[in-house]
Nanobody, 115 residues
Framework: QVQLVESGGGLVQAGGSLRLSCTAS????????MGWYRQAPGKQRELVAV???????NYAGSVKGRFTISRDNAKKTVYLQMNSLKPEDTAVYLC?????????WGQGTQVTVSS
């Protein structure tokens, strides 16, 4: 059984920063891909950023240059540093990990950016 626990969301003014964390627990030998998605009210879930076991990353165009994804394999944790936040970044942010081709999701953490 794999569990993901997210933290770090909250309310911030436009231009501010937040750092999200997501830690995996359970019987885990290796995690190939770790990532963050987000879902705003009335919108589809969208990819924010992913990082692979080798360290390569991909970002959504809307966050490139503002967000940075990183991971600590020993701690089974993925981070999302979010800078220069905009009101359109408001959403529930969900952690996702791929373990042996199975996808696991966290429950999500709310990020609200006020103008």
């Amino acid at each position: 059984q794999v569990q993901l626990v997210e933290s770090g969301g909250g309310l911030v003014q436009a231009g501010g920063s937040l750092r999200l964390s997501c830690t995996a627990s359970g019987t885990i030998f290796s995690i190939s891909v770790m990532g963050w998605y987000r879902q705003a009210p009335g919108k589809q879930r969208e990819l924010v950023a992913v990082i692979r076991s080798g360290g390569s990353t991909n970002y959504a165009g809307s966050v490139k240059g503002r967000f940075t994804i990183s991971r600590d394999n020993a701690k089974k944790t993925v981070y999302l540093q979010m800078n220069s936040l905009k009101p359109e970044d408001t959403a529930v942010y969900l952690c996702n990990v791929d373990i042996l081709n199975l996808a696991y999701w966290g429950q999500g953490t709310q990020v609200t950016v006020s103008s």
